[in-house]
């Protein structure tokens, strides 16, 4: 598992990155002078997170559910939709572009008709995280499908396979290295959509999610509180992204002839 | 080996969606339980006319006729007729093992019997060991054996092979053509045998059908018996030498 240890550091050195930063920004907002009011020192942010560390955490978990929950459905919806579309050349040609031209419409702008359907709360937040995230899982499974090997599919063809049996035996676990790259795209958009939702959607109290202590934290000039909710939602994106990515690498990388070459040496 | 039926190509033409025509007028016969190499160069039609047998392409006219040895037409069911391809086109996600038994699992055999049967191809094969290997981790000759298995495991009564040696060294081709050979002999199957290589030919095959330009420039009976086709021997270079000569006389580099 050497390549695994390779890939932990992998993700451990942009997490080094953002320690530098943190220095660097402590330093100059204390050279400065800069009010904290417009830019809190990482260590005030630091502090007050901890002095607020029961609210944030509930508060964390609240959009981690509907960010994950956004992402499953995302995931299942991309998946299934893109293996349709994908093995329908009608769909193919009329959905699709027609799907490309619907992603282009601004989240933030349709996310108020959610509420309508919807109503106030977790429900809107996980709507919103899905519909921002299922595209990249819709288009990603489409050209996986459609970059199938031809000469795998006769294989197929010669044993009399139906199209399901295929799907399952072999487009499907083909397209899985594409499938990846879209979901660790929907990851990070899950997270985005998922706060957004919570913008126009989530209330307060015991149970306020991360985009409504961010909004109530901005209104009451607690600009501290403001970055330290959106560090924790970048955080829920990274680990989400990150456990994509490590199983996405742990599914696929032993297919390749990059992975042989390190096997047969240590035989 | 009765079983076993002739296959029958009658003027067969294919022009390709490119506007290619890949095959012209092709007629021969693979006698029941034979082994039939085709050469020719490349481009010729050969990969076209086995993709027409195996029912992967169609011909614009003529047919392909699978009979059996009281005359009537066999019609080929999946698993009857079995095809290894110039490229071993294997499964990378799945072992050697579950590669091989992959038409079985496609004909709905159970896991027990599939493996069971996997297993003694990938004997049969020379694979021993490499049964819970994946395709990344095996050498160029050790896929196309896991090809071969596969092509073997359902025990086809009709054998097509497209230039099974292409893609290896002569080495392994000369240990891949005794792998075939034990194989043909042993299932009996109707077996056409695609190669560029005379020698392979001359080791393997009861005929050797020449195409040239998309069709069928002269068909040769290989005169040695089974039991001298030593590659060291005398009598099989004068072969390889009579086949050469064919072949000089379809490229048009000699006058006949
Ligand atoms: N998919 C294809 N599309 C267009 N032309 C093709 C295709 N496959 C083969 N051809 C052409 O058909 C002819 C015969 O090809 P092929 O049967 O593969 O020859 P061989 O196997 O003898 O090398 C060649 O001229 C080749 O360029
Ligand atoms: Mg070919």
Redesign the interface.
């Known amino acids: 598992m050497k390549r695994l240890s390779e890939k932990m550091r992998e993700i451990a050195a942009p997490l080094i990155a953002v320690g530098v930063i943190a220095v660097a920004w402590e330093v100059a907002v204390i050279a400065t002078g800069v009010s904290p009011l417009l830019l809190p020192r990482p260590t005030a942010i630091g502090q007050t997170m901890w002095m607020n560390s029961e609210m944030l955490l509930s508060a964390t978990v609240q959009t981690a559910i509907a960010a994950l929950s956004g992402f499953a459905i995302a995931t299942t919806l991309g998946i299934i939709g893109g293996s349709v579309i994908a093995a329908v050349p009608v769909l193919r040609r009329s959905i699709y572009p027609l799907a490309t031209i619907v992603q282009m419409v601004p989240l933030v702008a349709v996310a108020p008709l959610f509420v309508i359907w919807l109503g106030f709360g977790l429900p809107t937040a996980i709507a919103a995280s899905a519909v921002v995230a299922v595209f990249p899982v819709l288009a990603a499974t489409i050209d996986g499908l459609r970059s199938v090997d031809h000469g795998l599919r006769e294989i197929f063809a010669l044993a009399g396979a139906s199209t399901w049996t295929r799907w399952r035996k072999l487009d499907l676990p083909a397209s899985i290295p594409a499938i990846m790259t879209g979901l660790r795209i929907a990851a990070g958009l899950s997270v985005i959509g998922a706060i957004v939702g919570e913008f126009v959607s989530g209330y307060g109290g015991a149970h306020a999610p991360l985009g409504i202590v961010v909004m109530t934290a901005m209104r009451e000039a607690r600009t501290d509180l403001v970055f330290g909710a959106v560090a924790l939602s970048a955080i829920v994106g990274f680990v989400l992204f990150g456990v994509v990515s490590i199983v996405g690498w742990l599914l696929v990388n032993r297919w390749h002839a990059s992975g042989q070459s390190e096997m047969e040496i240590r035989r | 080996m009765s079983d076993k039926p002739a296959v029958v190509c009658e003027g067969l033409s294919c022009t390709l969606p490119s506007g290619v025509q890949a095959l012209r007028d092709v007629s021969f016969r693979l006698q029941a339980g034979g082994l039939t190499a085709i050469i020719g160069p490349s481009g010729c039609g050969k990969t076209t006319l086995l993709r027409i047998a ?3 392409a169609r011909a614009t006219s003529g047919r392909i006729q699978f009979l059996r040895r009281d005359g009537s037409a066999d019609p080929i ?3 009857h ?3 290894c ?1 110039q ?1 071993a ?1 294997l ?3 799945r072992k050697v093992v579950d590669n091989v038994a ?2 079985l ?3 709905g055999v159970g896991r027990r019997e599939r493996v069971a049967r996997a297993e003694a191809v990938i004997h049969a094969a020379g694979l021993d060991g490499a049964q819970s290997r ?4 095996l050498s160029g000759g050790m896929r196309m054996r896991v090809a071969l298995a596969r092509a073997l495991v359902t025990d086809p009564t009709v054998l097509l092979l497209d230039e099974p040696c292409s893609s290896v060294d002569e080495f392994t081709r000369m240990q891949l053509d005794e792998e075939i050979l034990r194989v043909w002999q042993d299932s009996g199957a109707t077996t056409m045998l695609v190669t560029h290589s005379v020698s392979e030919a001359v080791f393997l095959a009861d005929e050797i059908v020449i195409m040239r330009r998309a069709r069928v420039h002269s068909i040769h009976r290989v005169a040695l018996d089974r039991a001298s086709r030593d590659r060291t021997s005398h009598a099989f270079s004068q072969e390889v030498e009579l086949v050469m000569r064919s072949l000089a006389v379809a490229a048009g580099v000699v006058v006949p």
Request: a neutral charge; charged letters at 15%.
């Open positions: 195996a029912g992967l069911r999946a698993g007729l079995a095809v391809f490229d086109r499964l990378p996600w992959l038409p699992e496609l004909a994946l395709p990344a981790q």
